[in-house]
């Protein structure tokens, strides 16, 4: 059974910076190109970061991003320890959401419980 448990979420002022974290219990976690998603209120859930395997041919060899986080956010993995993290600078109020790994693409079994960040003055 798969279970993906994200954390590090909180209250943080704009400017501010927050390191989520998400542990997967997946075999072969590896072999999975893993993403971090958004959902925030009223809205629909949409990719923020993704970060590929590497092995096979559809791979990015370089994470993608969604244009409103480019060059504030960085993805990271841990073949090691099968987490995933999500490294989130310059936080804006508009980054308020809920945040949620999974697979990409995702898988709806997957979903876990995420975590919220709340950006606020």
């Known amino acids: 059974q798969v279970q993906l448990e994200e954390s590090g979420g909180g209250l943080v002022q704009p400017g501010g910076s927050l390191r989520l974290s998400c542990a997967a219990s997946?075999?072969?976690?590896?072999?999975?190109?893993m993403a971090w998603y958004r959902q925030a209120p009223g809205k629909q859930r949409n990719l923020v970061a993704r970060?590929?395997?590497?092995?096979?041919?559809?791979?990015?060899?370089?994470?993608i991003y969604a244009d409103s986080v480019k060059g504030r956010f960085t993805i990271s993995r841990d073949n090691t320890k099968n987490t995933v993290h999500l490294r989130m600078n310059s936080l804006k109020p508009e980054d308020t959401a809920v945040y949620y790994c999974n697979i990409y693409p995702p898988r709806m079994s997957f979903w876990g419980k995420g975590t919220l960040v709340t950006v606020s003055s």
């Open positions: 997946i075999s072969n976690f590896r072999a999975y190109h």
């Open positions: 970060i590929d395997n590497r092995d096979t041919p559809d791979s990015s060899t370089t994470p």
